[in-house]
Each structure stands twice: as C-alpha cells, then as structure tokens.
C-alpha cells in the first residue's frame, strides 16, 4: 500500500485535529494489540510525565495546541496521546529505530531508513503541513504522533533525518519529540543549531541537519546530559547509537541489530566510495540483523516504513521517498513541496542487489 499523502492547514490546534482524524482507526486499534503501547501507558501519571506537559506548555503552547488537537481527533484521552509521545524518553525500548547514509560533497547527500513498529505498516503518510507560525514543510508521520521525528524537509531547505537513541536514566525535561518538532520549524540551519543547544530534552535522538546553499551536513547527538554536533567532512553512517566520541559513554542500550548496522555501513562505505545510499540502505547481506527490515519477528519489533534520499544542493533541496526495497520513487519534493507523485512506482521498481 503507497504512503498517503495529506495537506494541512491552519492553526496548530486544526493540525492537530486532522492528525488525529487520519491516524484515528489505526492507534485506537494499536492501542487493543500492542503491548509497546500498554508498556508506556504504565508512565501515564508517574510525575516525569507531569513535568514535560509542564515544560511543553511553559516553553511552547503552540505545540501544546497542536497536541490537545492531535487527542481530540484521535478521540482518546489527553493524557495517553501526551504519554505516547513522550515514549521514547521514558521507555528505552520503545520500538523506534532508523538508519541514516550521509554523503558530504556536491551536493550534499543524506539518505534514512524510517524503521518503526510493524504493526504501523501500511497505516503512516507523508504530510504536508503549513501552521500560522511554522515556515511550511512536509514530513513522514505515524499515527498519533507529532510531526517532525522521523524525516522530513520544510520551506526554507532545510532537511533533517532522525535516528532513534535508547538512552538510559531520562530526566525532567522537554519530551524529545517536541525537541525534534521545533526544530523542522526552524527558518534556517544557524537557528536549529542554536536551538538543539539551548534546550534541555528529557531523552535523546540522533539528528542529521542539512541545509540548501549550505556547505555541511551535521550530525547531531543529544540526551538529557548532553548535545554533540560534528560537521560532516567525509561519508558516514548511523544505525540508531551514540556515536559521537563526546557522548559513548553516556548510559544507552545498544541492541544487536543496531550494532551491526553499524558495522554494515561501515563496511559498505569502505568497499565502496561510489556507492549509492538507498543500494546501503536496502541491504539485506547480514541476515540476522539486516540494514533494510523486513522480518515480522525483528528482534527489535521495528521494520523498515520507508525510505528518503535528499539531494542538499547550493540552490534547493531535492528528495524522494521509497518503499519496500524500490529505487523507483513514489514521491518527489523540492523543499517542502511536493512535485510529481507517481503511483504507478511500486509496479515499475528495480530491487536492490547487496553491495
């Protein structure tokens, strides 16, 4: 089933609405069958989760609105959609992954697998999302979630991939997803920087920034302790661990898949300096923990959703969206805006050989 792809309007609260709306059959039936879901709903009133509504609604109400919207046409209780999106701050094991390619030169190249919960399969979107306040810009989303934690790009150029983190040991502090929903906000790379650095979350993501006219790609680490920033200068990979020398020894579980996607992208960028991304991304050579996920019985419950490929350029941003193993696009962006949607993509894709 091709990603839907949906056009949204209006103030942060009328967003949310429609967030809500479309992802309201799917959540309130993952909500029956996950145990991810009872997991986290077990936080709902521990005193953690009381001081991020805390911090979301001090430091930013229009995320607030959006998310009081995104529970109302969800037609589910505030307090679960607000823990929901709080998961990954108070649950390391919540089962959010992702694996990014970036490729400094010219132009500039980044490319993410979205891998997250099987059971969201065939149920996410790409949405395009223009709020009285943001500069307009267009993101994956699952159902009953914020935007802006997966990956996306908004009017300005600026593109950003996100990379689960199971850090340990979470504090008080602004949920990281609200981290990652203000940042694809963000007029320019200079302010998300600034932004990231100035805010303490209360867990932690990886974050890829890139920016058209702008000459780096940064990689960006951050916990509750912690942000690092590295300017990218040559080809590199993340499979969903702290990487960066400043933050290896924070506390953080990392599982055996996400350790040898490590190590795959390693090897394949070493064998290959011309290879393409998406041929890296839809791997599949380490059978037990592949680089593209596909396996209903995935150690880590996380499948690959779909997949990006930006080209970061001096005059714009180009990028496609995939699915499956499909180097033929269903979508195709420049900056936020969508270009020519092919629906007849999924008949006409070429699978990706191993490197």
Same mark, same amino acid.
């Given at each position: ?5 949906? *056009?949204?309007?209006?103030?942060? =609260?009328?967003?949310?609405? %429609?967030?809500? &709306?479309?992802? @309201? /059959?799917? +959540? ?25 509504? *805390?911090?979301?609604?001090?430091? =930013?109400?229009?995320?607030? %609105?959006?998310? &009081?919207?995104? @529970? /109302?046409? +969800? ?281």
């Amino acid at each position: 089933m091709m990603l839907s792809f949906l *056009q949204l309007n209006g103030s942060h =609260h009328d967003v949310g609405v %429609a967030l809500g &709306q479309f992802g @309201a /059959q799917a +959540l309130h039936h993952y909500a029956k069958t996950s145990p991810a879901w009872q997991h986290v709903m077990a936080f709902r009133d521990h005193s953690l989760v009381k001081h991020m509504q *805390q911090q979301v609604q001090a430091q =930013h109400p229009d995320y607030w %609105a959006e998310l &009081q919207g995104l @529970a /109302q046409g +969800l037609e589910m209780p505030l307090a679960d959609v607000f823990t929901w999106n709080c998961r990954g701050d108070l649950w390391a094991w919540a089962p959010d992954g992702c694996t990014t390619i970036q490729k400094p030169g010219a132009p500039n190249r980044l490319a993410h697998n979205e891998d997250g919960d099987p059971l969201f399969a065939g149920y996410c979107a790409m949405v395009h999302i223009q709020t009285e306040s943001d500069p307009g810009f267009t993101a994956f989303v699952y159902p009953g979630s914020l935007p802006g934690h997966t990956f996306g790009a908004n009017a300005a150029g600026l593109c950003m991939t996100v990379n689960n983190l199971r850090t340990l040991h979470a504090q008080a502090g602004l949920p990281r997803m609200v981290v990652t929903r203000a940042m694809i906000g963000m007029p320019n790379l200079a302010d998300a920087l600034r932004y990231v650095q100035s805010v303490k979350p209360a867990g932690g993501f990886h974050v890829t920034l890139g920016q058209a006219n702008q000459r780096h790609l940064v990689s960006v680490e951050f916990s509750h302790r912690q942000c690092s920033l590295i300017e990218l200068n040559e080809a590199s990979g993340h499979a969903n661990h702290m990487i960066h020398a400043a933050m290896q020894h924070q506390p953080q579980i990392v599982t055996g898949s996400s350790g040898f996607r490590q190590i795959r992208l390693e090897q394949c960028l070493q064998a290959h300096a011309d290879i393409e991304p998406l041929e890296i991304l839809f791997d599949t050579k380490t059978a037990e923990f592949p680089v593209f996920r596909a396996d209903p019985a995935d150690p880590d419950q996380e499948n690959t959703l779909a997949s990006a490929h930006f080209e970061v350029g001096t005059d714009a941003l180009q990028w496609q969206v995939h699915q499956g193993q499909c180097f033929e696009p269903v979508y195709w962006f420049k900056n936020d805006q969508l270009m020519t949607p092919d629906v007849k993509a999924t008949n006409a894709c070429n699978m990706a050989t191993n490197p």
